[in-house]
């Protein structure tokens, strides 16, 4: 099955030829070879036969996508990337998610795509050559280490690892866990707490993202926490008397709160465009088989239990897709809707579980196999709950927001 990509009229031409020339590769490449263009990460029996056949195919995938000027469409033309603004990004992000792995393909795999960003943004023509080049390349693997176990990951500001001076060194000492590609990471980005001499006001401006080499002594990769009841990437890592050069440093002493805001302000938008185009997938396949199976004398696409199913997930769709085009519009605009951004980031991934948990049923045992992409979707949907900034915290900042403004005298303006 295809994904239907046309033209949308009220936006512009780049916007447009992106998403074509997107989905062209995605539908021809992609969607036909998903099985095997990743049975080499599979588990279970795959023979070296299937990984060669596997690996050549990713290569010829992604030569397909340089040639059609759309490798790294998140980074700058001048560090090699397709140069996209941000409007042309988030709508290219739906249709890339609708593949499994396509954004991997087409050079945008987090947290190495996150950690490019901030060395574009951050980092010292020195950095840039040393790190950003080689991840863009794919010769370097990267991890961005910040959540601790003993310390809230929703209030991060709260952390404990520490980057003590110590004459043209920075010494780490912490303990992280969720490290995501921490196994293959050659580096980590390490936020650490660099000065506690502020009082409770600069609790933000302590803290300082590090650049630190896997391979440094004292970076203990302790394992990769089981998830989902299987294992994973996602590590627990102590840094124990980790001595970088000061230079590994990005940006000022003091910058890493602001430097981790940039990171995951814009980023939950794409993510949330990422779970739309995921939606839609499952959207497809929830119709196209509530068409084809037979249950006691009619197609399940007439029994009035699945059209409830498919008209909800059209709302849920049609409102999380409508409220994250917004946001990226006033993020093109200039200004920067806080508030919008939590929203999506509550609404979004609650939508996508609801929408995959209805395919999931439409497709009875044959929903939870491997054999279709819904249930690792439907895992993702329920992590994104959590992961950059767990629902709660995002109510309650929607919530705040909305009071301020009424204790300042207005009423919320919807319309703008
Ligand atoms: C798959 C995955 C990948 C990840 N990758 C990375 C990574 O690469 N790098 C990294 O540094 N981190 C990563 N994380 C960690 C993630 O960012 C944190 O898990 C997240 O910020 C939440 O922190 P926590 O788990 O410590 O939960 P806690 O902060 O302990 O919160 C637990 C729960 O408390 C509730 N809660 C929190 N605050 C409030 C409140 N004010 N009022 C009411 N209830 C509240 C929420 O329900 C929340 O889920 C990843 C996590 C996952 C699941």
């Known amino acids: 099955m295809a994904m239907n990509v046309q033209p949308i009229p009220s ?32 588990g279970g029996h795959t023979t070296e036969g299937d990984r ?17 000027g759309l490798w790294a469409p998140h980074l700058p033309e001048e560090y090699g990337g397709a140069g996209l603004d941000f409007l042309e990004l988030a709508y290219m992000k739906e249709v890339l998610a609708y593949a499994v792995g396509a954004s991997s393909l087409f050079g945008v795999m987090a947290p190495n795509s996150g950690n490019q960003l901030i060395l574009v943004r951050y980092g010292t023509e020195e950095q ?43 010494v780490i000492n912490g303990h992280k866990w969720f490290t995501s590609n921490g196994m293959e990471a050659d580096f ?85 465009m990422n779970s739309i185009g995921q939606m839609w997938r499952a959207f497809d396949l929830m119709v196209e088989r509530a068409a084809e199976r037979t249950v006691h004398g009619g197609v399940l696409e007439s029994k009035q239990f699945v059209q409830g199913f498919i008209a909800d997930s ?12 917004n946001c990226a519009e006033k993020m093109r605009d200039g200004s920067y809707p806080r508030t919008d951004i939590s929203a999506i980031k509550v609404f979004v991934p609650a939508a996508y579980e609801r929408v995959v948990d209805r395919a999931i049923q439409v497709w009875g045992a044959a929903g ?25 915290v995002h109510r309650i900042l929607i919530a705040k927001n909305v009071s301020g403004h009424h204790r300042s005298g207005g009423t919320w303006d919807f319309g703008n």
């Open 52 to 68: 060669e056949e596997a690996r050549a195919l990713r290569s010829s995938v992604r030569a397909k996508v340089r040639e059609a």
């Open 128 to 170: 840039k050559q040393k790190w950003l080049l080689p991840m863009i390349e794919g010769h370097m693997q990267s991890g961005f280490s910040m959540t601790e176990p003993d310390q809230p990951g929703s209030d991060p500001r709260s952390l404990r690892t520490t980057a003590r001076r110590d004459g043209d060194e920075w």
């Open 188 to 272: 980590f980005i390490v936020m650490c707490r660099t000065d506690d001499g502020g009082g409770e006001a600069d609790r933000n401006s302590r803290m300082t993202q590090i650049i630190v080499p896997s391979d440094t002594d004292g970076v203990k990769i302790l394992r990769g926490i089981g998830v989902w009841g299987g294992t994973s990437d996602h590590c627990e890592i102590v840094y124990d008397n980790v001595r970088v050069p000061l230079e590994n440093q990005l940006g000022e002493t003091g910058s890493g709160h602001q430097a981790a805001q940039d990171r995951l302000g814009a980023g939950r938008i794409y993510h949330c």
């Open 314 to 325: 059209y709302m849920d769709i049609s409102a999380a897709r409508l409220m994250t085009i």
């Open 368 to 392: 939870i196999t491997d054999d279709l992409p819904l249930a690792a979707m439907f895992q993702t949907a329920r992590s994104l709950r959590i992961i950059d900034g767990p629902d709660e």
């Open 11 to 42: 936006v512009s031409e780049r916007i447009n030829e992106v998403r074509l020339l997107t989905a062209a590769i995605v539908n021809r490449e992609i969607l036909p070879n998903e099985n095997m263009l990743w049975a080499d990460h599979r």
